[in-house]
């Protein structure tokens, strides 16, 4: 059973920083790619990140390039989303996925965790 939960979301000022975490568990992660998406409310889920656990190699969203950097750290199983220079417009609640590795699709995903950032 894969489970992934997220933490780290809260309220922060414009201009902050948060480090969301999601903790992998179920299988061996080596063979995947772990993804972050948000959902505003009254919008669609979109795509943040992306990193493949076995190469390292990342992907982002133009709108949060620069700002945010996903990682993973191998003995913990756990994918971070550090993000920095935080916008209003960046509130969201945000999901931690996990798909194959030569695939596309998230199988899997957390419950996701809420990231409030005020004016």
């Known amino acids: 059973q894969v489970q992934l939960v997220e933490s780290g979301g809260g309220l922060v000022q414009a201009g902050g920083s948060l480090r969301l975490s999601c903790a992998a568990s179920?299988?061996?992660?080596?063979?995947?790619?772990m993804g972050w998406f948000r959902q505003a409310p009254g919008k669609e889920r979109e795509f943040v990140a992306d990193?493949?656990?076995?190469?390292?190699?990342?992907y982002y969203a133009s709108s949060v390039k620069g700002r945010f950097t996903i990682s993973r750290d191998n003995a913990k199983n756990t994918v971070y989303l550090q993000m920095n220079s935080l916008k209003p417009e960046d509130t969201a609640v945000y999901y931690c996925?996990?798909?194959?590795?030569?695939?596309?699709?998230?199988?899997?995903w957390g419950q996701g965790t809420q990231v409030t950032v005020s004016s």
């Open positions: 996925a996990a798909r194959p590795t030569l695939s596309y699709v998230y199988n899997f």
């Open positions: 179920g299988r061996t992660f080596s063979s995947y790619g």
């Open positions: 990193i493949t656990w076995s190469t390292g190699n990342t």
